[in-house]
């Protein structure tokens, strides 16, 4: 190699970028040649001169008028499609074509709202009168809850199906339940969900109760229960003896690919810090044995933060959770809602009143029109 | 400390937000390259965020496989190559050198806190960027990245789409180029290094 080629070698020596022979012809070359030492070390001055130059910070109104132009493209984007169109074929619609004064049209609404809405708290009453209500309501949710657990046995058949046509690998998947019920008496519950997630190896990760402003009682459970347990325990917690179920979703998230990925990851860094190793134990010069450490460590904070990760998933797919929210429903008409109750009670007895009064005038009918009937004739023959 | 590929997926899963930790990341160094690439402020940040919202634009679709910065960087190479051939074509008013490709203004060393004292170090130091901004937009563009930024050649490879072998002769011309250039201006200061 000539003295041209070693110059322009050189520049790279800096940064190891050579290849081994490489370095070695320009090592050699430098104990014999003090010209290129200087050019050596007037580019390691220059490296360490524009390295300082990284020193330039972006100014503070970077970021927010960053975010500013992003919401303004965002919203010229999406505002092309939109806006100007749909808001003022909304509007038409809204034009009437008859002049109804708002105020009475506000106030016959309201009028009509309040009705209904006190007609229709009508729910578990102690009077005779409504008991036919409540009767077709337990009805109702009977069936809803049949459905549901027929609805519930699908999706999880679902969820294991999925499972089973993917291929050979174990599936990694975290699954996660929301459920709510209603309960006749939610002191019960509590004993009844340690038992539960007790008998299935789980446990209650956290919990809480409050009470609203018309007494109805709730409370909220975190769940921690093994996988494989999973469907178990949702069976048992949406079966009947707890109570009955108003909500339920259930998901699952597969995080194979990442959990895969991770482990083949980690085993190639635990390769490479290996052979990091034997090359420590091979290394001679100090240079040497610094720059491996300095690589060794890199590899290791590495290997930590990827098993960190895998762990973190573990948990997470070994140990389901199921959140559940548990109401006690005060039946209303108790306590404050007196005077509603009382107007909801008077119009009852008017309609009853009216209708009675409409039946009663039915059943004469025929008796006065017989009567009118008779009248009439004996009218004429006057 | 999530990794740029886990912020990303929570950007494409929908949180948003997420992207105003990438760009804390990054601004800097993103910063810092537009402006050692074009020499003046303006220039700089109004390149910088075109690269952060083209970055916001396109992330979505942005394939898991390929490595975050790098792709960062190439947008942001792109960004001011193609402004400094704009400059080119168009001379703008204010410039003071305008030939071969790329050249442009004298930057304006960051020191406005001039000490009275300059030491050889200083005046070394200013010359630096003085002669980086007249470099040529390929050695510019590489010193940055390899001296400033400190990516490596394979990175650097990647973000440019150059092979190594280009990168490792460009930075040679390069680092060669800035000491020429400097030689003749700043003399002494030179110690034998061994």
Known sequence: MDHKQIKELLPLYLDNGLEKDELEIIKKHLTECKECRQ??????????????LNETTAPEEFLPGLIAKINQTERVRHGKDSSAGWLNRLKRYFIFPL???????????????????????NF????????????????????RNMLMKAEHKDQAAQLQASAGSRVQIDQKIIKEASIRIEVKDITKVYQQIIAITEKYGGYIANSSNWQDDNQNKYSNYYLKIPADQFTTVLDLL????????????????????????????LKNLLLQEERYRELLDQATTV??????????????TEIERLE?????????????????????????????????????????ALSQSIYRLIVGLGTILPYLLILAILYLVWKRRK | ????????????????????????????????????????????????????????????????KANFATWLFRITTNLCRDQLRKRKREPATSSLTN????????????????????????????????????????????????????????????????????????????RRSLRDKLQGIVKGGITDGS
């Open chain 2, 99 to 174: 030939s071969g490709d790329g050249e442009q203004e004298i930057l304006i060393p960051d020191n406005q806190y001039s000490p009275e004292k300059v030491s050889i170090e200083q005046e070394r130091k200013r010359e630096i960027q003085n002669q980086l901004g007249k470099l040529p937009l390929e050695q510019r563009e590489i010193l940055i990245l390899r001296d400033i930024q400190d990516f490596s050649y394979h990175q650097i490879a990647e973000i440019l789409k150059i092979s190594p072998g280009t990168v490792k002769s460009r930075l040679s011309r390069a």
């Open chain 1, 39 to 52: 050019e050596l070390a007037a580019y390691r001055l220059n490296q360490q001169l524009l390295s300082s």
């Open chain 2, 1 to 64: 400390m999530e990794s740029d590929l886990e912020l990303v997926q929570r950007f494409k899963k929908g949180e948003k937000e997420i992207f105003e930790k990438l760009v804390r990341r990054y601004q800097h160094k993103v910063y810092n390259t537009t402006y050692r690439m074009l020499g003046n402020r303006e220039d700089a940040g109004d390149l910088a965020q075109e690269t952060f919202i083209r970055v916001y634009q396109n992330l979505d679709r942005f394939k898991e």
């Open chain 1, 124 to 143: 578990a009453q102690q009077d005779s009168i409504s008991s036919p209500q409540t009767e077709y309501r337990q009805d109702f949710s009977l069936n």
């Open chain 1, 287 to 300: 240079e040497d044995i610094l720059k491996i450490e300095k690589e060794l460590e890199r590899v290791r």
């Open chain 1, 238 to 265: 949406t079966g009947e003896e707890i109570g009955s179920l108003l909500y339920r979703s259930i998901s699952g998230q597969d995080v194979s690919e990442e959990y895969y990925d991770l482990e083949i990851r």
């Open chain 1, 99 to 121: 002049k109804i004064p708002a105020g009475a049209l506000a106030v016959s609404a309201v009028i009509i709202i309040v009705i209904l809405a006190s007609l229709s708290g």
């Open chain 1, 308 to 348: 960190g990760r895998l762990n973190y998933l573990d948990d997470r797919v070994n140990l389901s959770s199921i959140s559940v929210e548990f109401q006690e429903i005060k039946p209303l008409g108790s306590g404050n809602w007196g005077m509603v109750r009382a107007l909801r009670q008077a119009i009852q």
